[in-house]
């Protein structure tokens, strides 16, 4: 089936450094997102993407997050900087474009597993 | 905001005995569910999203029925097989398609 690719997959960084997560999503999906799950809880939405907007971000996605796809490139997650609350999986997930009472599934990526020391 | 409840943190069965996962959920949009499965370092693939209102969809010997007057849609298995054994996650879509998880709940199948 299509997949999602996710790189790095582990990432260790120090405090206060940048990091860029990269997906590669479905390649006809134009809807984007970002979930992150710490360990041994659910998973929670950040921010989705479409058209070279943020849609919409949750209370998680803090002034040191940004989300970009440059044409043709990865959809990346950036935080600059990190802190160590960031340690986490983050996962990236793309579907079809949704519309008014119509929800398509999303398809997600295996995840890069952040730690920020 | 929309919320789902996954109220077992664990279930352990016997291969070849029936398994019902339960999840509610609360929206104020018109609800659009999903039951996600993940394996040990995979990343979560759907197995079922939800059809019209009492409707059963079935997926791999997987079924679940929406049923909007109790805000429900519980997963079930007539039969768990080994391969059964993961982290599985019910989610409701809310604003712009993005999901809200419930806590998840393990299945665990035993020979």
């Known amino acids: 089936g299509p997949k999602v690719l996710q790189i790095p997959s582990h990432q260790i960084i120090d405090m206060g450094q940048m990091v860029t997560l990269n997906c590669d999503p479905v390649s006809n999906h134009l809807y984007f997102y970002w979930y992150k799950q710490i360990l041994g809880q659910q998973m929670e939405f950040l921010v989705n993407?479409?058209?070279?907007?943020?849609?919409?971000k949750s209370k998680l996605f803090k002034d040191q997050f940004s989300v970009e796809r440059p044409d043709g490139s990865y959809f990346t997650l950036k935080i600059q900087p990190t802190a160590l609350e960031d340690s986490a999986v983050y996962f990236c997930?793309?579907?079809?474009?949704?519309?008014?009472?119509?929800?398509?599934?999303?398809?997600f990526g295996p995840g890069t597993r952040l730690t920020v020391l | 905001g929309d919320s789902v409840t996954q109220t077992e943190g664990l279930v352990t069965l016997t291969k070849g005995l029936p398994v019902m996962l339960n999840c509610t959920y609360q929206t104020t949009y018109s609800p659009f569910l999903f039951w996600y499965v993940q394996h040990l370092n995979e990343a979560p693939k759907l197995l079922l999203k939800?059809?019209?209102?009492?409707k059963r969809t079935e997926h791999q010997g997987f079924y679940a029925t929406l049923h909007k007057s109790s805000s429900s849609f519980h997963l079930q298995k007539s039969s768990v097989q080994l391969s059964d054994s993961a982290l599985y996650f019910c989610a409701v879509s809310g604003s712009f398609n993005k999901l809200t998880f419930g806590a998840g709940t393990r299945l665990a199948v035993c020979p």
């Open positions: 939800s059809s019209t209102d009492n």
């Open positions: 997930a793309s579907s079809l474009v949704p519309g008014l009472g119509v929800r398509y599934e999303q398809y």
């Open positions: 993407f479409y058209n070279g907007k943020v849609m919409e």
